[in-house]
């Protein structure tokens, strides 16, 4: 057993253990949970394995404990996971460092933007512009979603819905300022790496 100081903190590890600390479940109750709550936008849960993999790190780093193994009639075999007692302790650990320092991330638009001149400024200006088709998509999708959900869903369940709003709509802001920038002429190369 590693114990919590050696753990990897990761997103599905927090959405792992903070299931587990609602109620016990088996594996494929912790991702329908994920789905149906739309955290499958903050945390991948694409492959079914990575979820299992995950628990298998939690339960030999002393995080998860198995409850009990139970087969219903013509299903399998189903292990209940549920938290111990440093599994909690590590969970609000994790949380305090994730909402208090902001993490060093490597996202894809970011490192793009730094290698511009791989591409033809028109060619950028297309691939904006379709990003901003894309945004403006995804934005208008959670304008709807979060409208919906507010009817009947606590905004507690809703801050990270918000937050993603909050970044797509600022990420649609500077690609349409960049767009501008290169259909004006204010943004232009003419090399290429």
């Known amino acids: 057993m590693m114990g919590a100081m050696s753990t990897r903190r990761s997103p599905l590890a927090t959405a792992v253990l903070a ?12 991702q329908q949970l994920i789905k149906e709550r739309h955290q499958d936008d903050v ?20 995080l998860l404990a198995i409850r009990e193994t139970t087969r219903e009639e013509n299903r399998p075999e189903r292990t209940v996971y549920e938290a111990t007692e440093t599994g909690r302790e590590t969970l609000k ?26 591409l033809r400024p028109e060619e950028a200006l297309a691939a904006l512009r379709q990003r901003i088709a894309a945004l403006e998509a995804r934005l208008s999708a959670l304008d709807t979603e ?13 801050v990270e819905s918000e937050y993603q709003r909050a970044q797509v709509a600022t990420e649609l802001e500077f690609a349409r300022g960049l767009a501008d920038d290169l259909s004006e002429g204010r943004l232009t190369w003419d090399f290429q790496i």
Do not use: K
């Not at 299931?19 to 912790?30: G, I, K, Q």
């Not at 949380?95 to 993490?103: D, F, G, I, N, V």
């Open 19 to 30: 299931l587990v600390c609602e109620s016990p479940m088996h594996a494929y109750r912790m």
């Open 93 to 118: 650990q994790w949380m305090r460092t994730m909402l208090s320092t902001p993490a060093r991330e490597f996202p894809e638009f970011p490192a793009a933007l730094a290698f511009l001149p791989v």
């Open 43 to 62: 945390v991948n849960v694409a492959q079914r394995n990575s979820v299992y993999q995950t628990i298998e790190r939690l339960v030999r780093d002393g």
């Open 146 to 158: 979060m409208a919906d959900n507010l009817s009947f869903v606590p905004r507690l369940f809703l």
